[in-house]
């Protein structure tokens, strides 16, 4: 591509409900870049098989989209899990005993998913949840 040329494309002038429809894109970022670091970002798009707008949109929305890894979060969604697979056992180990069945290593593996499939979004429900509360002036949670 050839760096010295700019391509300006001005949007239609729409109404706020059609610009928030999805697919409509009426919004343009811009940046510079020297021309060593424009051939390197070029270059990735080639290597992408994209045209260099749509690598950049791309991109720009994973590293958006993208969570930081927070440590207590992962703390909590394990000790979660934990807690969640430990309480089920015990339930599923008791409801077998009590109707004279075996309780299936099928039932363990089963447990095991259920909490890993939760554990991060009721980690993050917590966190907000005890985020989010008030405290007073005196200190205490409200």
Do not use: C, Y
């Not at 409900?17 to 510079?32: H, L, M, N, P, V």
């Not at 969640?84 to 056992?89: A, E, P």
């Not at 069945?101 to 095991?112: D, F, G, Q, T, Y």
């Amino acid at each position: 591509m050839n760096a010295s040329r700019t391509t300006t494309v001005q949007a239609n002038h729409l109404s706020p409900a059609d610009e928030r429809k999805s697919g409509f894109r009426t919004k343009t970022i811009s940046t510079r870049l020297p021309p060593d670091e424009l051939a390197e970002v070029e270059a990735a798009a080639e290597r992408a098989g994209q045209p260099l707008s749509e690598w950049l949109r791309e991109t720009a929305l994973r590293a958006a989209r993208e969570r930081p890894a927070d440590p207590n979060e992962l703390l909590l969604a394990e000790v979660w899990a934990l807690r969640h697979t430990v309480l089920s056992l015990f339930h599923a180990g008791a409801k077998a005993t009590v109707e004279g069945k075996p309780m299936l290593p099928e039932s363990v593996i089963n447990v095991r998913d259920q909490g890993d499939a939760k554990k991060l979004e009721r980690a993050r429900a917590m966190l907000a949840n005890f985020l989010v509360r008030p405290i007073g002036k005196d200190g205490e949670v409200r």
